[in-house]
């Protein structure tokens, strides 16, 4: 999990599950199935792997032009691994998008929900273990960037919160669908408004001795 070459292997994975895929959609997909929505074979056929090839491109950029990038090292392998579950999650959901293309039967909602709380599941995982950097994933405050030990004590509740947020969205996602959709986006603003009071209140008690 944390080779930072697995995206590309995913890439060459889902780029050969659209050849195989592309001869048997038909022109425009209806990912409700059928066929007719204006969603051209071409384009479900390229997005994700394409999505995947920008996102691995970057992930290995940032450290390089970060001006934090000296952090990077001390959590280099949670910083891989958190990107290669990201790909390998883009990689499943590539799969079932094209198997609802030819006709498998399968909810395109439902599988997109479970990928979101299986992302949250990953992100929170290992949030705590993220290095202060400007670009990369951590709660990125004013407050949690001038001291380490606000930042430390912000992800460490980032994780938690985001874990919680995780399961219960990988759990809605399969006994009620749409609530846990009418759910998942007002959680995750709360959360982040959390997050950031809980820093300013840290950073100001820090200061104040």
Not at 13 to 23: N, R
Not at 154 to 159: F, I, N, Y
């Amino acid at each position: 999990m944390r080779s930072r070459w697995l995206g590309l292997v995913v890439v060459a994975i889902t780029l050969g599950f659209s050849l195989w895929a592309y001869p048997r959609l038909p022109g425009e997909v209806n990912l409700r199935g059928g066929a007719g929505d204006g969603t051209s074979r071409w384009f479900i056929t390229t997005l994700i792997p394409v999505m995947i090839v920008v996102i691995w491109g970057i992930h290995a950029l940032l450290p390089r032009i970060d001006p934090k990038g000296g952090n990077y090292a001390k959590f280099i392998e949670t910083y891989w691994r958190i990107g290669n579950g990201s790909f390998l999650v883009l990689g499943a959901l590539h799969v079932v998008v094209l198997g609802i293309g030819v006709g498998w039967d399968l909810d395109l909602n439902r599988a997109v929900m479970v990928s979101a709380g299986i992302l949250l599941l990953i992100y929170g995982n290992y949030m705590r273990r993220v290095q202060p950097t400007w670009f990369f994933i951590g709660i990125r405050t004013p407050w949690t960037l001038s001291s380490e030990t606000v930042w430390r004590r912000t992800q460490r509740t980032a994780s938690w919160l985001l874990v919680l947020v995780g399961v219960v969205t990988l759990v809605g996602s399969l006994v009620a669908l749409r609530l846990a959709s009418a759910l998942v986006m007002p959680a995750l603003l709360v959360v982040a408004l959390v997050l950031v009071v809980q820093s300013y209140v840290l950073w100001r008690k820090e200061q104040q001795g």
